[in-house]
């Protein structure tokens, strides 16, 4: 019954940034692979970001934009975004599992555990 709760989102211009923040609770298993996905309406959900003790991984569309990083002792996961674009615009989902991160991003079906989202709106 571990919950994510997804924080820091909301609305900003093109070239703008945000940090999204993801804090893990009533935990129970240790928490190895994080990761950060998005949804756009009328689209699937894509995986953006994985982190690990080990690799850090990322979508084509934001590297050298975005930048994952973790807190392990508190289980928080963070997306710090940069150069913020509107094709960035979608429900950003953070995403928790006991196993260690795959090569790549893994599906979203890999995950054990899941947050509600926080909207990113970015403006022209």
């Known amino acids: 019954q571990v919950q994510l709760v997804e924080s820091g989102g909301g609305s900003v211009q093109a070239g703008g940034s945000l940090r999204l923040s993801c804090a893990a609770s009533?935990?129970?298993?240790?928490?190895?692979?994080m990761a950060w996905f998005r949804q756009a309406p009328g689209k699937e959900r894509e995986g953006v970001a994985s982190?690990?003790?080990?690799?850090?991984r990322y979508a084509d569309s934001v590297k050298g934009r975005f930048t994952i990083s973790q807190e392990n002792p508190k289980n928080t996961l963070y997306l710090q975004m940069n150069s913020l674009k509107p094709e960035d615009s979608a429900t950003y989902y953070c995403?928790?599992?006991?196993?260690?991160?795959?090569?790549?991003?893994?599906?979203?079906?890999?995950?054990?555990?899941w947050g509600q989202g926080t909207q990113v709106t970015v403006s022209s």
């Open positions: 995403a928790a599992d006991w196993r260690v991160c795959q090569g790549e991003i893994s599906g979203d079906n890999w995950y054990h555990t």
């Open positions: 982190i690990d003790s080990y690799n850090t």
């Open positions: 009533r935990v129970t298993y240790r928490i190895r692979c």
